[in-house]
Nanobody
Framework: QVHLIESGGGLVQAGGSLRLSCSPSGRGFRHYGMAWFRQAPGKEREFVAGITWGGERTTYADSVKDRATISRHSAKSTIYLEMLSLKSEDTAVYFC????????????????????WGQGTQVTVSS
């Protein structure tokens, strides 16, 4: 069974930064787009950032645009999310996910199109 393992979460002060990582524990996903979603308490899971399988396209939610950078190490099917100028509203569990369709040339922001999910890593921003 394939797992995605997220790391890098924790407690961060407002205005600070963090870098999340996501790696597969089994097979790789070299030809699949990947993304980060997050879920705050009492809220729906929402798209944060995504990257195509080749890394040529990235898409960001408006709430993190200009503060976030998603990147990937394709050979390792590892993705990263760097976020700057963190705000209390960034507090959430962050999940990485794999697109259910290989070789998609655009980034999907739709949760149901992602077929493999990690367990999530908690990010708490203190004000």
């Amino acid at each position: 069974q394939v797992h995605l393992i997220e790391s890098g979460g924790g407690l961060v002060q407002a205005g600070g930064s963090l870098r999340l990582s996501c790696s597969p524990s089994g097979r790789g996903f070299r030809h699949y787009g990947m993304a980060w979603f997050r879920q705050a308490p009492g809220k729906e899971r929402e798209f944060v950032a995504g990257i195509t399988w080749g890394g040529e396209r990235t898409t960001y939610a408006d709430s993190v645009k200009d503060r976030a950078t998603i990147s990937r190490h394709s050979a390792k099917s590892t993705i990263y999310l760097e976020m700057l100028s963190l705000k209390s509203e960034d507090t959430a569990v962050y999940f990485c996910a794999v697109d259910g369709q290989a070789l998609r040339t655009t980034v999907s922001t739709t949760r149901r199109l992602y077929s493999v999910w990690g367990q999530g890593t908690q990010v708490t921003v203190s004000s």
